[in-house]
């Protein structure tokens, strides 16, 4: 049971997270209007940075046996590169979601690697 709540607990502990839940608060008033967004398109925006996190997190610890917690750790920022560069760019809601979940990933493994 504490395998699972662990995870879980530290995802929404997580202070990245926060401050990403109050960034993307701010930045939907210029996004829904730009992409004439549904109140769902909206969520899974907002939901997208936690659900990557979240698989982050559970793949961290395998991933931190198999290629070190520096190996991991140049993953994590990888992700966080491409992630900015979608975000950037982002044409479509899918692109945009898409990063958000690699961000939330890059998250979700470098948390669990500096803990």
Do not use: K, N
Not at 74 to 91: D, E, K, N, Q, T
């Amino acid at each position: 049971m504490f395998a699972w709540c662990s995870p879980g607990s530290y995802v929404c502990a997580c202070p990245h997270c926060r401050f990403d839940t109050g960034i993307i608060g701010g930045s939907l008033l210029f996004i829904v209007p730009e992409f004439q967004l549904a109140p769902l398109m909206q969520g899974w925006i907002v939901s997208a940075s936690v659900l990557g996190s979240l698989a982050g997190t559970l793949a961290a610890s395998r991933l931190a046996d198999t290629a070190g917690r520096r190996g991991t750790m140049r993953i994590a920022s990888v992700a966080f590169v491409v992630a900015a560069l979608l975000l950037g760019w982002s044409p479509t809601v899918t692109v945009l979601i898409a990063g958000r979940a690699l961000m939330g990933l890059g998250v979700g493994l470098s948390g669990r690697c500096m803990s």
